[in-house]
Nanobody
Framework: QLQLVESGGGLVQPGGSLRLACTTS????????IGWFRQAPGKGREGVSC????????YYRDSVKGRFTISRDNAKNTVYLQMNSLKPEDTAVYYC???????????????????WGQGTQVTVSS
């Protein structure tokens, strides 16, 4: 059975860092492109980042470029999102999602993805 489980969320001060992990099971991660999304209170879910299965190319929404880094460890079936220089506006529930696809085209579209995790809360506050 395919499962995605996010972890690593928590409360952090502005300027701090967190590393989120998305641990998968029931699949061969090499075959999947992975995206991270987030949903802030009262707002819609938005795409944050993506890493392709084809060659590991990464993509980011503009507001996190230079601060967030997505990576994957296929041997561990895990994808990471390193988040640095966090801001209060990064506060949200963060979700990982996967699709059997080579590329991150349309990576910010929720409809691209086949399966989702349950989310992990990230709160940036002093």
């Amino acid at each position: 059975q395919l499962q995605l489980v996010e972890s690593g969320g928590g409360l952090v001060q502005p300027g701090g860092s967190l590393r989120l992990a998305c641990t998968t099971s029931g699949l061969t991660l090499d075959d999947y492109t992975i995206g991270w999304f987030r949903q802030a209170p009262g707002k819609g879910r938005e795409g944050v980042s993506c890493i392709s299965s084809e060659d590991g190319t990464t993509y980011y929404r503009d507001s996190v470029k230079g601060r967030f880094t997505i990576s994957r460890d296929n041997a561990k079936n895990t994808v990471y999102l390193q988040m640095n220089s966090l801001k209060p506006e990064d506060t949200a529930v963060y979700y990982c999602a996967i699709v059997r696809d080579y590329y991150c085209s349309r990576f910010m579209s929720q409809s691209k993805y086949e399966s989702w995790g349950q989310g992990t809360q990230v709160t940036v506050s002093s």
